[in-house]
């Protein structure tokens, strides 16, 4: 018996040692709290964060070991250096600048005129629904530009409308080649996926939708959607719950077709004898159900 409570004791200490935050992790920490309060962190902004959370947990810490290794320049140097290296990994204030920076950089017009001049005339025809025509044209734009993102987008959208659904999730994947993190290719891949009827690959990419949008309610939406083909019911309304939220919080136009949804997904439950699935779900989300 003291054997055992013995291994119980060791399993719990390593596990607190295992757990417990470095010196340059709290840092991190305490300068990603700093940094979200700006909109567009500045480097005298990110400077000043670094330093003032730095000099916070350093006096703020009471392991006389941990502080041994701050009592240099050079210390304080690599400390520094592994808070700004974590900061990318760790910190979603600077994964969002991030990501908006990307999606400015990728979802806009390209540099080389030739190439925006076949896009434009591609857009007009798309407009027009002459897919055929608008697709030979993205050709063109892509021709001249080969990371034009919105060209690859818009071209799969037009194979989408013809009914070719495998050009376009082709060209969704060679938008996503340049730029994985685009909410516009990783919405609609999935729902070409989901026309398919390939559920499962659908909800990946909507997965991958909500890791890089979390506040992008269409992720969740699709999910769920797919997720409740897949009979995987639980997360299913866990997404369905979240996209509505969000649509609410969001006062967006899309909130009467979450709640169509959620109404479809009950309706089913309860014919399957599942109601209080979904009133255990619901009430995990904190949803009031009438």
Do not use: W
């Not at 999606?103 to 005129?113: A, P, Q, T």
């Not at 890089?212 to 897949?230: C, D, I, M, Q, S």
Request: aromatic share 12%; proline share 1%; with cysteine.
């Amino acid at each position: 018996m003291k054997k055992n409570l013995a291994l119980i004791l060791l399993f719990v200490l390593n596990f607190h040692v295992s757990t417990s935050q470095s010196l340059e992790e709290k840092a991190a920490t305490e300068t990603c709290n700093c940094l979200a309060k700006y909109d567009k962190p500045s480097e005298k902004n990110f400077s000043e964060c670094i330093g003032n959370s730095f000099a916070k947990v350093f006096f703020e810490e009471k392991d006389e070991k941990i502080r041994e290794k701050a009592n240099t320049v050079e210390g304080i140097t690599q400390i520094i250096k592994e808070v700004s290296a974590l900061l990318p990994k760790t910190c979603d204030a600077l994964k969002e600048k991030r990501n908006k920076d990307q999606k400015e950089l990728l979802y806009s017009d390209s540099e080389i005129e030739s190439a925006k001049n076949y896009y434009s005339i591609a857009k007009d025809m798309m407009m027009d629904s002459k897919y055929d025509l608008a697709i030979k044209s993205f050709q063109m734009a892509i021709g001249k530009d080969k990371n034009y993102v919105l060209a690859y987008d818009d071209m799969a959208a037009c194979y989408r409308q013809l009914g070719d659904y495998d050009s376009a999730i082709k060209y969704y994947k060679k938008s996503l080649e340049i730029f994985p993190e685009g909410d516009f290719a990783l919405m609609n891949i999935g729902v070409v996926y989901t026309l398919k009827s390939d559920f499962k690959t659908a909800v990946s990419y909507y997965e991958k939708l909500i890791k890089f949008r979390p506040k992008n309610a269409e992720g969740y939406f699709g999910a769920a959607k797919n997720y409740f083909v897949l009979k995987e019911y639980e997360k299913a309304l866990d997404n369905i719950f979240i996209a509505h939220r969000i649509y609410t919080n969001d006062n967006s136009s899309y909130i009467k077709d979450s709640e169509q949804i959620m109404g479809a997904m009950y309706q089913q439950l309860k014919s399957e004898n599942k109601e209080a699935l979904f009133l255990k779900i619901a009430k995990k989300n904190n949803m009031k159900i009438e």
